[in-house]
Every structure is written in C-alpha cells, then in structure tokens.
C-alpha cells in the first residue's frame, strides 16, 4: 500500500453583504467570502491538499480565477472533480484534518453538517473528516473579520 500526504491552505477577504459557504454549506452571517468561485475557504484548501498529496500541482492550476467558466461555481464541483483527478491516479482518500480560522460567526454549531457535506464528495465516512475551529482572538485581519482562512491536511491511500 502506498500512502501520500498533502497539505493546503486557502484564504479569502471578507466584505458585508455577501453569503458565506465554508465546508460546503451556506451559513447564514452578515459578511461572505470575496471570490472568484463561491470563496468556500475549506473546500478550497481540501481540494490544495489532495492535488499536492497526488502531486497534480493546485487548485488555481486546474480551476484558473481567470477562467469566467468558473465564475461564481459552487466549491463541491471543484471539489468532486479533484476527487476524480486523485483517483485517476490510483488514489482514495483515508482521512482528511483541517482547520478554519474565523471570529464570527460561530462555526461549532455547523462542523457535523460540513463533515457530512465533505465525506459524501470525498466517499469516506464522516469520521474520515476532520473540521476544527478557532478564531484569532481579535488580533490582526483574521480577528478583525476581514479575512478567512483554512488550513487542511490529508492522508491518500493507494491499494
């Protein structure tokens, strides 16, 4: 069996008037993610840590922000064809660790429903993903809600 390891990270600015997605839901707050797509900051850095684990280079590689096909794409279609690209190439995903960096609004309440929404794209079981929180404590752009960011980390097998 051979195993790989990717790291991603992604982050976005923040603005007042538009939705916020993270892990695959909408999650009601008076400020969103700026983006080329719909800015989902967590499936962005997933997508980042399984193209580097399979070594198929970044999500801006294969999903241009330059490209007006992707404009305003829901993240779980890139998402789903990165997983179509990993396995293209032998590979499963074994499990999946991230990070989400935000003050406000809480995201606790909505961690079982993006892991629910991610292990169904990435066909594990829930228990295969991992969604932790935290904020900035009011320091810098991150604490003062101007900006988001995710960081994930993930485990490919190939049998």
Do not use: W
Request: with cysteine; hydrophobic share 40%.
């Amino acid at each position: 069996m051979k195993l790989r390891i990717g790291y991603g990270i992604d982050l976005h600015r923040l603005e007042k008037g538009l939705p916020l997605f993270i892990g695959g839901i909408q999650i009601e707050s008076e400020i969103g993610a700026v983006g080329h797509s719909d800015a989902d900051v967590l499936l962005h850095a997933i997508c980042d840590a399984l193209l580097g684990a399979a070594n198929l280079r970044d999500i801006g590689y294969h999903f241009s922000d330059t490209d007006p096909k992707f404009k305003g794409i829901d993240s779980k279609i890139l998402l789903t064809e990165v997983v179509k690209l990993i396995q293209e190439k032998g590979y499963s995903v074994n499990n999946i660790d991230s990070t989400v960096i935000l003050e406000y609004p809480k995201l606790n309440p909505h961690i079982l429903k993006m892991q629910k929404e991610i292990a169904t794209i990435l066909q594990v079981e829930e228990d295969a993903v991992s969604i932790k929180a935290t904020t900035h404590e009011k320091v810098d752009s991150f604490g003062r809600s101007e900006a988001i960011k995710a960081y994930a980390t993930c485990l490919l097998i190939n049998k």
